[in-house]
């Protein structure tokens, strides 16, 4: 599975963006998918999963704010970033994988990763 994530950018404070996360290889909808993101001089951080049954489980800190989704049709994953804030800033990156709820906020669940993209987020 090759992972191509995009729609980064800059945003004000309560702005909102979109990424998206294109599949392409191995059958898209065997796999759960999940993002991450890694803070400028922070360690890589879980954001939100959809497992291959459709459940989604968040990071404490986006719950209300984020949403994953997936559309099957178009092998993408999006994630819908509402009210961002400063402490959002990072690059993120999508994952596919094998993510349960017990296991999504774990890298190892995870078995192919795309490239990041960055969001910035002004105050």
């Known amino acids: 599975v090759q992972l191509q994530a995009s729609g980064g950018g800059l945003v004000q404070a309560g702005g909102s963006l979109r990424l998206s996360c294109v599949a392409s290889?191995?059958?898209?909808?065997?796999?759960?998918m999940g993002w991450f993101r890694q803070p400028p001089g922070k360690e890589r951080e879980f954001v939100a999963a959809l497992t291959s049954g459709l459940s989604t489980i968040y990071a404490d800190s986006v719950k209300g704010r984020f949403a994953i989704s997936r559309d099957s049709a178009k092998n993408t994953v999006y994630l819908q970033m509402n009210n961002l804030k400063p402490e959002d800033t990072a690059v993120y990156s999508c994952?596919?994988?094998?993510?349960?709820?017990?296991?999504?906020?774990?890298?190892?669940?995870?078995?192919?990763w795309g490239q990041g993209t960055l969001v910035t987020v002004s105050s």
């Open positions: 994952a596919a994988g094998r993510p349960i709820y017990s296991n999504a906020h774990n890298s190892n669940a995870y078995y192919y």
């Open positions: 290889g191995r059958t898209f909808t065997t796999y759960g």
